[in-house]
């Protein structure tokens, strides 16, 4: 093949004359045809040698890059487009690319707090109340540990290893689990413990940790409501969930440098691949920060 940027300049001609593209449209092309060159070169190859098993590596890297499903399904429509232009240009005998499909889409990235709104929404519960000690020490467990919620509400007092700074938990398909917690968690649960949780049971007893205002066992539906309530004082979105709880507590481990693996086992997943959504979350985040703060991004 014959020099490549005239090689994709004879193609945009092509699609401007005879296909008559919109400017945009044809933008849009030219960036996704230098992005397939830049790829070839970084291989030490040529568009015109790049096989099927490469031009699907390159389409996995524009999804890592952080683009969109419709942007990349773009991407591949201007690459299949390109190939078949060059047969017919007969600069190739066949084109590697007739059904080359865009990725499946990942499923949407979990919403997560910063660690500013964290603390916002921890300070919300008024402590000087027993319902809302009770409601500081279960979002202070939730985000030290990464808990399900109906994890969380089916906590035992029997779970709980205070002074080793972890409780036992039984997740999905009946597994116990260890779960670390911090000194914050642990110091709001033992507070809760000695005076808010006595006086919720009024003298029966319990083997839950957490209870409601009739000293019963305080439900999921009762958390969420609880939780959707401090998250409007704290003003954070009304979708609030204990799940993004969840997000926040693996996303802000990951950040700092947690192992993934270990993460995975804090939060019960039982394949690695689940927890491994956290990490497109990071690169998500970097590649914003990057874009913003760099000076030649």
């Known amino acids: 093949m014959g020099d490549e940027p005239l090689i994709v300049d004879a193609y945009l001609d092509h699609l401007r004359v005879e ?3 919109a400017g945009h449209t044809l933008e849009s092309y030219a960036r996704d045809l230098r992005g397939l060159a830049a790829f070839a070169a970084g291989v030490s190859s040529t568009v015109g040698a790049l096989d099927r098993q490469a031009l699907e590596a390159f389409v996995r890297e524009q999804r890592m890059r952080g683009l969109s499903p419709r942007s990349v399904a773009r991407t591949v429509a201007a690459v299949r487009g390109f190939y078949r232009f060059l047969v017919l240009d007969r600069q190739i005998v066949a084109s590697p690319a007739d059904d080359l499909r865009p990725p499946r889409a990942w499923p949407a990235l979990p919403t997560f707090l910063s660690i500013e709104e964290v603390d916002t929404l921890i300070a919300q519960p008024d402590v000087s109340t027993p319902l809302g000690l009770r409601d500081r ?3 202070e467990l939730l985000y030290a540990t990464g808990l399900r919620v109906s994890e969380l509400v089916n906590v035992r007092q029997a779970d709980l290893h205070l002074e080793e700074h972890y409780l036992t938990c039984i997740g999905k398909g009946s597994k116990e689990r260890l779960v670390p917690i911090g000194e914050q968690a642990t110091d709001w649960i033992r507070t809760y413990q000695r005076t808010a949780r006595r006086e919720l049971l009024k003298g029966r007893t319990s083997p839950r940790l957490f209870l409601n205002v009739r000293g019963g066992p305080l439900s999921r539906v009762g958390f969420w409501k ?3 309530r401090h998250a409007l004082r704290a003003n954070l979105p009304r ?5 993004v709880l969840r997000h926040s507590f693996a996303t802000h ?5 947690a192992d993934l693996r270990a993460i995975q086992l804090m939060l019960g997943h039982a ?4 927890t491994q959504i956290y990490t497109h979350v990071l690169e998500a985040r970097l590649r914003t920060v990057y874009d913003r703060f760099h000076p030649r991004a």
């Open 19 to 21: 296909r008559r593209l």
């Open 137 to 139: 020490a279960m979002i």
């Open 226 to 228: 609880l939780l959707k």
């Open 239 to 243: 979708t609030l969930s204990p799940h």
């Open 253 to 257: 481990l990951l950040e700092r440098g």
């Open 271 to 274: 394949d690695l691949s689940t």
